[in-house]
């Protein structure tokens, strides 16, 4: 059975390229752009969303990079996903909490710096930052007293949430207000398996 997995690690992509490294399974990368690559016909009999990233595991074809990382860890790194139900579904919570809290805002001031540098607008980048405290306030109070989000051991809760904050660290926002996040996120991205997934084209 063989494994592939598209997307440039310059992009939403490196969530589970990381999660791909972080597992230890063999399989081929596709440096899929996000530009054209990711709207030819062959591509889009893979993910007719036209977006990156998205894996193809024998039978199996996955697009969304939270979806692809639950799989991942679910079915070759039992050590990154909890064992009870109870935890499973917390691992799924912070995965769609990350995606529908973060990403949108994080998203609009990803637009304004970087595709929109002529011409940025503040006020989107200001109500952002606004509507950022409150999951931001939420995380940081779950991290107090604890190294990870399920507890002591990094697991796809953690590849995930801090995968899709990868792009915080990109539009330098400012977390000194949250020192747990800060401390956290150091953890996160001190692996070895993320630098791996960077490295990727
Ligand atoms: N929610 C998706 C987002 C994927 C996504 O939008 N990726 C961007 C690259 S950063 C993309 O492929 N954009 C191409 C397009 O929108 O046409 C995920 O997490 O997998």
Not at 89 to 105: H, L
Not at 150 to 160: K, P, Y
Request: proline share 3%; aromatic share 10%.
């Amino acid at each position: 059975m063989t494994t592939t997995i598209y997307g440039v690690s310059g992009s939403r992509a490196i969530r589970s390229l990381w999660a791909i490294e972080e597992v230890g399974l063999e399989y081929t990368h596709v440096a899929t752009h996000f530009f054209n690559d990711s709207k030819t016909d062959d591509y889009l009999s893979v993910n007719p969303n036209g977006r990156i990233p998205a894996l193809v595991d024998g039978e199996v074809t996955l697009f969304e990079s939270m979806a692809i990382n639950l799989y991942l860890t679910k079915k070759y790194a039992p050590a990154l996903y909890p064992m009870s139900e109870g935890e499973q579904a917390k691992a799924i919570q912070w995965s769609v909490w990350a995606i529908s809290e973060i990403e949108p805002q994080q998203m609009q001031i990803v637009i304004q710096k970087f595709f929109n540098r002529d011409n940025i607008d503040q006020s989107t980048i200001d109500s952002a930052t606004e509507n950022l405290q409150r999951p931001l306030a939420v995380l940081n109070k779950h991290l107090a007293g604890q190294e990870y989000l399920l507890g002591d051991s990094f697991t796809v809760a953690d590849l995930n949430v801090s995968g899709v904050m990868l792009l915080m660290q990109m539009i330098e926002f400012d977390l000194s207000a949250y020192p747990n996040i800060k401390n956290w996120t150091e953890r996160c991205y001190s692996r070895d398996a993320l630098k791996r997934a960077q490295s990727l084209g």
